[in-house]
């Protein structure tokens, strides 16, 4: 008897319409409010590590010595926390999910040597300025009389309290 329904099945199926979607040939239309991916412009990427700290499943590393932004996608629950909380805005929640693979491994992105390079200039540039604008301080404080009063003067006690001028 279960030979019969399941020959009632499979010609039902043969002429039937195909359930699943031909993947490969029509691309996958996702939903509206599904999340996706996490995707980096790394060369925006400063390093911060905001972003690491701010994953709930810690599948966010960033190393600022190499320059390296690196995502464990198994552990990533993709709810968005590290895009909202980036300062320079160069992780983007992406439509769709990573092309699967053969192993699990994690998405390590590397800095470029110009981005890495041009930094370095630029924190060298900055403390160039902020030495130069220490030393013009220090040359005028060191220019300026000492003739300046205080504005306040001490009582005989000591107390720091300022001088009550006679006849108020």
Not at 12 to 21: A, D, G, I, S, Y
Request: hydrophobic share 35%; charged share 30%.
């Amino acid at each position: 008897m279960a030979i019969l329904r399941y020959a009632g099945e499979a010609l039902k199926n043969l002429f039937r319409k195909p359930v699943t979607r031909n993947y490969p040939a029509e691309p996958a239309v996702y939903p509206d409010r599904s999340r996706g991916h996490i995707e980096i412009d790394i060369d925006k990427c400063i390093s911060c590590g905001i972003c690491q700290m701010s994953c709930p499943s810690d599948a966010i590393k960033v190393d600022r010595k190499e320059g390296t932004w690196d995502i464990n996608r198994f552990d990533c629950v993709a709810c968005g926390y590290c895009v909202l909380k980036c300062p320079k805005k160069c992780l983007t929640m992406v439509p769709g999910y990573q092309e699967p693979g053969p192993e699990k491994y994690d998405d390590l992105h590397h800095r470029s040597a110009e981005a890495m390079a041009a930094e370095a200039e630029k924190k060298k540039q900055a403390a160039l300025k902020a030495a130069a604008a220490k030393k013009a301080l220090a040359a005028k404080e060191a220019k300026a009389p000492e003739t300046a009063k205080p504005v306040a003067a001490e009582n005989a006690d000591g107390a720091g309290k300022p001088a009550e001028t006679p006849g108020k």
